[in-house]
């Protein structure tokens, strides 16, 4: 969720904003135009004469997209699968790290035909794009190790400085949160996750609220930190591919669920400690609305 952007439509269609629906109208399951078809044959005449499958990300959210140790190399749950997909459909990947704010309506503007990195399948951000659904998620609250402000809920976060970060959709949920309380937050935003955390270090905020898995990569490699059991807002995230291309949509879809079918799905997500998240049947449009 650290990807689950909850800014408002502005005039230009931006992250979260609407540029009406796809003529697909309400959420599909599957995508029936890829019935009896492999994901190869799928792939829209203008992609397959391009060779390549163009994917944005943001770094800096392991162990979704990061660098290797020491690198520029961009690896990670979502390098790996767009890697795999590419080849599933006879493409080359290539891969931009860009600004997470700047994700979608890079899709939109056509400079890549993909973005992952760990994207909310929200109603908001389906007024812009489309999904495919393929991880399952939720946002849990992140504190010092041994937690001493003894945080356990969203409630007690009340009245305390908090770090979330911008356009995510836990920074959403810090929002409605502090709507309810009697004594507000004192909410910071941050640039990402890492940058957030940094605050908790310093004594700048006392909890932050990230996506689970990567909150739990964190604490592992650093043991500075405690997750706290609750996951709020799950649901799926999805692969986002701008509405006026719906062969595309298709394309990946048919190319996951041929992963899922093959095993290798699973083998990348068990490479990063995330098979708790796999989903058994890859799906597109199919969040809460």
């Not at 140790?69 to 599933?88: K, M, N, S, Y």
């Not at 790290?97 to 760990?118: K, T, V, Y």
Request: some cysteine.
């Amino acid at each position: 969720m650290r990807k689950h952007l909850v800014i408002a439509m502005i005039a230009v269609c931006a992250l979260s904003a609407g540029c009406g629906r796809s003529t697909s109208g309400t959420a599909a399951r599957t995508d029936p135009s890829a019935a009896g078809k492999s994901a190869k044959e799928l792939v829209p005449d203008q992609v397959r004469k391009s060779g390549e499958l163009r994917m944005a990300t943001s770094e800096g959210y392991p162990p979704m997209e990061m660098y290797k140790p020491g690198t520029q190399e961009l690896t990670g749950v979502d390098i790996d699968l767009a890697v795999a997909i590419a080849g599933r459909l006879g493409l080359k990947v290539t891969t931009t790290n860009a600004a997470f704010d700047g994700l979608i309506p890079g899709l939109q503007a056509g400079r890549w035909d993909i973005a992952m990195s760990s994207l909310s399948d929200t109603e908001q951000r389906r007024k812009a794009v489309d999904f495919v659904d393929y991880f399952n998620a939720g946002g849990s609250i992140m504190v010092k190790k041994g937690n001493p402000e003894g945080i356990r809920t969203l409630e007690d976060l009340c009245g305390k400085k908090v770090v979330l970060a911008k356009g995510s959709s836990n920074l959403d949920i810090g929002l409605r949160q502090n709507d309810k309380c009697a004594q507000k937050m004192q909410i910071m935003q941050s640039e990402d996750a890492p940058t957030g955390l940094l605050t908790i270090d310093s004594g700048r905020s006392v909890a932050t609220i990230v996506d689970s898995p990567v909150g739990h990569m964190y604490a592992k490699e650093t043991g500075k930190y405690d997750v706290l059991p609750e996951q709020y807002d799950a649901g799926p995230w999805g692969i986002a591919i701008d509405k006026r291309n719906p062969a595309l949509r298709g394309a990946v879809a048919k190319a996951l669920q041929e992963l899922v079918d093959s095993g290798e799905y699973k083998q990348i997500l068990d490479k990063y400690g995330t098979a708790a998240n796999a989903l058994p049947k890859i799906t597109i449009n199919t969040g809460a609305s």
